[in-house]
């Protein structure tokens, strides 16, 4: 795991929407997984001012979302269909239709909507760049802890802790969803390129046991530890719990070293 550790979100977020950005100059109809969440909306606004500033185009992009919740309309404003059109796609130039959630339609069976889903991201050639948040329980996407390291995008209930976690986006009175529907870890590993944001003290012990400690389900972003290509991007806060902090830094100042001599590497080169 590359570990970058910033002084603060913002730099988070423009290393965040840097990575984005070098994507699609490589590869400019490039599949993105997008999250919702609080951490990467610091990102999404970048990229819409580099967007309006002329230097990129999501126009040949498809995108996956990780997860929607399961019981309320798309168009109902706690949808993470409405999240991302307020907070990323009605300010950049990427077609609707290729913009994917795995949302379940009024009358549909919620159980035929994941393997559809995975259908979808195998025949747009699989996701090149996943952006994740983590939750405070060391959840990716919705997946909670136990859930299977081997899972696909399913139905999941989610926990107590991650109902009160985002409580905050609905009114008093208000349906909150105890179910989503979540690509799996399997189908998030399967990205080729990781790029995991955490922001805030509060993630602290969750970006500990992810990248420090034992793959496990109860720590399901530990499996990241699995996968060939993950950036993990902290401000200082969320970094606070990570006993090698003193190596990453090391490990960051020989990359750049190496970039600035040799330029970036893409496995794709
Ligand atoms: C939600 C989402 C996750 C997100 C997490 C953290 O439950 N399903 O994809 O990473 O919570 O959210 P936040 O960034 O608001 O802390």
Known sequence: MEVVIYPDAERVARHGAGLVEAMLKVKPGAVFGFATGRTPIALYRRLVERHRAGAVSFARTTSFNLDEYLGIPADSPQSYRSFMDREFFDYVDIERENTHLPACAEGENPQRVGPAYEEKIRAAGGIDLQILGIGHNGHIGFNEPSSSLASRTRVKTLTRRTLEDNSRLFGPGEFQPR??????????????????????????????????????????????????????????????????????????????ALIERFGAFYADD
């Open 179 to 256: 179910l989503a529907i979540t690509m799996g870890i399997a189908t998030i590993m399967e990205a080729r390129h990781i790029l995991l944001l955490a922001t805030g003290e509060n993630k602290a012990g969750a970006v500990a046991r992810m990248v420090e400690g034992p793959v496990s389900a109860m720590c399901p972003a530990s499996v990241l530890q699995l996968h060939e290509c993950v950036t993990v991007l902290v401000d200082e806060p969320a970094a606070a719990g990570l006993q090698y902090r003193e190596y990453y830094d090391l490990a960051n100042r020989e990359n750049q």
